[in-house]
């Protein structure tokens, strides 16, 4: 007992100051963060309203620490993500903003389904956008020294934001990560990307529905998206496959992140040569573009072609899942009555 009392009163004594040192060299951070916003032409104001009540959020340090190493399977991410909930909903809030989508899809080049499945796989169309304040998640990534010096940059971007009015500080909201509104923006990309649809001077991708396709649709586009173009497709492989794909040599064509996953980048001709056909067993399509493919679950599991699209959805998030995901969607999106995933 008197052990025990003993390791308290040293525990309290140990516990004050080391606290209070972490108070100031925050404070002090703090500050000098905010002497830096005031060089680049952030107002005073904005500071004071942005900055004002911020604090170091444990909370979101254990988020960033505690990403899961557990991957879910193919199949288990597929059905997670492109449910029957979720088509029939898109195909309600793709009727309900139909005019919005059509105006977007003509003015940027990017099919209105794909929007939507963006929109979709993203925050649930606007549904789960995240509700931690940005700047507090950005302040206290920026002060963690993991990554310091990107989510530095992004937190003075979102002061930028501020700044220009697009938004309110205590309206921007987001993932944990500082990923914001609708589309799940960083700020480094609502500054490149998000647009101001509908024209009332904020380029609003929390609350404004046109101005969030219309954000989606730029970053698209500006990643080569082609609207007389899909994303790819299911395909049938040969039995020989893996010993036609050794002997051509084929690699990754590019060491790109989630293209470090994908085959070659071959004409349809070429595929076809090699005894890939559509999924039904029939020729693949007739068209002069390139594909890679992919097998996310591995050799033996269901196998893609993917086209130029592909790679615009990965820039969205690169992750092979994500972008058949996305594509699968989009499909079921287009093809009315179709269901969710299905693994065969
Ligand atoms: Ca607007």
Same mark, same amino acid.
């Given at each position: ?40 032409? %952030?107002?005073?104001? %904005? !500071? ?19 990403? /899961?190493?557990?991957? =879910? ?27 919005? !989508? ?14 939507? &499945? ?5 925050? #649930? ?7 931690? #304040? ?10 963690? /020294? ?14 930028? %934001? ?35 649809? #509908? ?16 954000? %989606? &649709? ?7 998206? =082609?609207? #007389? ?17 050794? @002997? ?9 992140? @989630? ?6 980048? !071959? ?28 097998? /996310? ?31 699968? !969607? ?15």
């Amino acid at each position: 007992m008197i052990f025990r009392l003993c390791c308290l009163v040293a525990a309290l004594l140990l516990a004050g100051p080391v606290q209070a040192d972490e108070r100031v060299a925050f404070d002090q951070w703090l500050a000098e963060l905010r002497a830096k916003a005031l060089t680049i032409g %952030i107002r005073p104001e %904005i !500071l004071d309203a942005a900055l004002a009540y911020v604090r170091y959020d444990e909370g979101v340090v254990q988020a960033d620490r505690n990403q /899961p190493e557990f991957k =879910q399977t193919f199949d288990d991410y597929m059905r997670s993500r492109v449910s029957d909930a979720r088509i029939r909903m898109g195909q309600e809030k793709i009727r309900e903003h139909w005019d919005d !989508l059509q105006a977007v899809g003509a003015a940027y080049g990017v099919q209105p389904r794909f929007i939507a &499945a963006i929109w979709g796989i993203e925050t #649930n169309y606007g549904r789960y956008t995240g509700g931690k #304040n940005v700047v507090q998640s950005l302040v206290t990534l920026a002060y963690d /020294p993991r990554r310091s010096e990107y989510f530095r940059k992004e937190l003075l971007e979102a002061l930028q %934001i501020l700044n220009e009015g697009h938004i309110s500080p205590e309206k921007m909201k987001g993932s944990w990560a500082g990923a914001m509104g609708q589309p799940q923006f960083m700020p480094s990309s609502f500054r490149a990307y998000a647009e101001d649809f #509908n024209g009332d001077g904020r380029r609003d991708i929390w609350t404004t529905p046109v101005d969030v396709f219309a954000s %989606i &649709a730029k970053y698209l586009k500006n990643y080569g998206w =082609q609207d #007389n173009r899909t994303w790819g497709r299911r395909v049938q492989l040969p039995a020989d496959f893996d010993a036609r794909i050794a @002997a051509q040599g084929l690699g990754a064509p590019m060491d790109r992140c @989630a293209l470090r996953e994908h085959l070659g980048d !071959l004409s349809l001709d070429q595929w076809q040569a090699l005894g890939v056909r559509r999924s039904d067993g029939r020729a693949l399509p007739k068209v002069a573009i390139n594909a890679s493919l992919v097998r /996310p679950a591995g050799d033996g599991g269901p196998a893609f072609l993917t086209y130029g699209n592909f790679r615009a959805i990965l820039r969205y998030n690169c992750s092979n899942f994500y972008a058949l995901a996305v594509g699968h !969607l989009a499909d079921a999106l287009k093809f009315r009555g179709g269901g969710g995933y299905s693994a065969q």
